[in-house]
């Protein structure tokens, strides 16, 4: 099994290979800006993809399509966290421990 780190350097591996099939198709590299951007996007064909799960609409194949966005989704976060220098994993954990650390608060 992989952890975050290889993740993020295949995310990153698949990142480079992108840009040099969109600059041979005569198309700008995409930066940051632009992976956020098509991060954006994503979240609004997973956002349908909820919508057809929970029988709101009707989408073919939705449980492979959800689970590709999904994946698609995680792609541009960990490519993004990498451009960043964001130890994802380290800023996920605190994360978890503000959030159980809150709740706990809300519940005594």
């Keep these: 099994m992989s ?6 350097q295949r995310a990153q591996e698949i990142a480079e290979k992108y840009n040099e099939l969109t600059t ?3 198309f ?12 954006v996007t994503d979240v609004g064909e ?3 993809l909820v919508m057809a799960k929970e029988n709101m609409r009707h989408i ?10 999904l994946a698609d989704c995680l792609w541009s976060i960990l490519v993004l966290a990498k451009h960043y220098n964001v130890d994802l994993e380290k800023e996920f954990l ?10 706990a608060k809300e519940l005594s």
């Design 46 to 48: 997973l956002m349908e």
């Design 24 to 26: 041979r198709k005569g």
């Design 3 to 8: 952890d975050l780190k290889d993740l993020q």
């Design 94 to 103: 605190a994360t978890m421990d503000h959030l159980e650390a809150r709740i």
């Design 28 to 39: 700008n590299r995409w930066g940051p800006k632009d992976r956020a951007m098509g991060f």
């Design 60 to 69: 073919d194949d939705v449980d492979a399509r959800l689970k590709h966005e």
